[in-house]
């Protein structure tokens, strides 16, 4: 099961870009990175998933690099309602292990 | 699609009670989950199942045991309740795989006092 680091928390003002990073040294070759968003009183959500280069959706954009051992998670333009924990994942089978996560607060 | 249902949404507990935490999905999936989310603290996984008939230990299974009844249903039972199992449950279902992804269900507020 591959290691996650990411920062504990971040804050940032409404209408910022925001760029949180996860590092991942021992990322098997196999492995995918997935992010997962949670707001207060919710179970997490999937937001993004990637392997390598660039993956883009409506919610975010996921950019990792060509060793793999880190990735970004970039959220665009943020609003108020982006304040919530993010996790990341890499790799993983049955035995899903989530981190403490990066507890992002947006102000206005 | 409900997706992943949890009941009850809330309950409060007497130490030594024992009570089931019920969990169903209905996306087909193969894997389900029990964590436990503590406040500020990120999510602990209790116990999963990768398959009909089979579970296993997560990170934090002393307190808990697990059922899984048939392909839809995930319960998690609390035998005798402990104040250090006041808690936020989630449960969560997905195929069954290397780098799937989680379906989350809205969770159970515990308290035990």
């Known amino acids: 099961l591959a290691k996650t680091t990411q920062p504990i928390s971040m804050d940032s003002y409404e209408g910022q870009e925001v760029n949180i990073t996860c590092s991942h040294n021992?990322?098997?070759?196999?492995?995918?990175i997935t992010w997962y968003q949670q707001f207060p009183s919710q179970g997490p959500r999937f937001i993004i998933q990637?392997?390598?280069t660039k993956v883009t959706n409506e919610v975010a954009s996921l950019f990792i690099p060509a060793d793999r051992k880190s990735s970004t998670l970039s959220l665009p333009r943020v609003s108020l309602s982006d304040t919530a924990v993010y996790y990341c994942?890499?790799?993983?089978?049955?035995?899903?292990?989530f981190g403490a996560g990066t507890r992002l607060t947006v102000k206005p | 699609n409900a997706g992943v249902t949890q009941t009850p949404k809330f309950q409060v507990l007497k130490t030594g009670q024992s009570m089931t935490l019920q969990c169903a999905q209905d996306m087909n999936h193969n894997s389900m989950y029990w964590y436990r989310q503590d406040p500020g603290m990120g999510l602990r996984l209790i116990y999963y199942?990768?398959?009909?008939?089979?579970?296993d230990k997560g990170e934090v299974p002393n307190g808990y045991n697990v059922s899984r009844l048939n392909k839809r249903e995930f319960s998690l039972r609390l035998e005798s309740a402990a104040p250090s199992q006041t808690s936020v449950y989630f449960c969560a279902s997905s195929w069954t795989g290397r780098n799937e992804k989680l379906f989350f269900g809205s969770g159970t507020q515990l308290s035990v006092l």
């Open positions: 994942l890499v790799g993983v089978n049955n035995d899903m292990r």
């Open positions: 021992n990322i098997a070759t196999n492995d995918y």
């Open positions: 990637g392997y390598k």
């Open positions: 199942s990768a398959s009909e008939g089979t579970t």
